[in-house]
């Protein structure tokens, strides 16, 4: 009696686990923000797979005040893709960028309403230069040969003393020698 009991239950828990389905099942995946970490006047891409090949649908990034965007297939298999731009008086802090796809147009129903978000975080500093700025080198070329001018300012004065004392020296012989002495 207690091993059907037992049965009973392990088996009506399987059973309404099977019917519930997996506890995700409203969210769908994730949303990818492309780049993670921006200054305000970034351009901004999120993809995601969500919503199966072909998909679409409609993005929202009025958290950070940015407003509607539209997801549509992207270049690669089931990947829909969909851009926007960070405001100029954008605030520092992390956003939460959503979107919900529209289904698939071939007809099998992936996507459809499924939720995706991603974080998109708000910095005032860049670490790299904006890319319409050139990049202009910084620091000494390593040759191997050295420089007249090295970073340490003691090893400087120590070549210029050591220049000074040769010249000076160099100067004091070709006068003895002008003027007829023996060295």
């Not at 049965?7 to 949303?31: C, D, N």
């Not at 959503?98 to 499924?114: H, I, L, Q």
């Not at 004065?157 to 010249?167: M, N, T």
Request: proline share 8%; glycine share 18%.
């Amino acid at each position: 009696m207690r091993r059907t009991a037992a049965a009973r239950l392990l088996t009506g828990f399987a059973l309404a686990v099977a019917l519930a389905g997996p506890a995700h099942a409203g969210t769908g995946g994730s949303l990818e923000v492309y780049p993670a970490t921006v200054t305000p006047g970034t351009r901004v891409t999120v993809n995601t797979t969500a919503c199966g090949a072909g998909g679409t649908g409609a993005g929202d990034a009025s958290a950070v005040g940015a407003g509607a965007f539209v997801l549509a297939p992207g270049t690669h298999k089931e990947v829909a893709v969909g851009q926007f731009r960070v405001p100029p008086g954008a605030q520092p802090g992390t956003y939460e960028i959503v979107a919900r796809c529209d289904g698939n147009p071939n007809g099998n129903g992936n996507g459809n309403g499924r939720r995706v978000s991603g974080d998109l975080v708000v910095t005032l500093t860049s670490t790299r230069p904006p890319a319409h700025l050139p990049a202009h080198p910084r620091g000494s070329v390593k040759t191997g040969v050295g420089g007249a001018l090295g970073p340490d300012p003691v090893q400087t004065a120590a070549g210029v003393a050591a220049l000074a004392v040769a010249a000076a020296g160099g100067t004091w012989l070709l006068h003895r020698r002008a003027r007829g002495d023996r060295i």
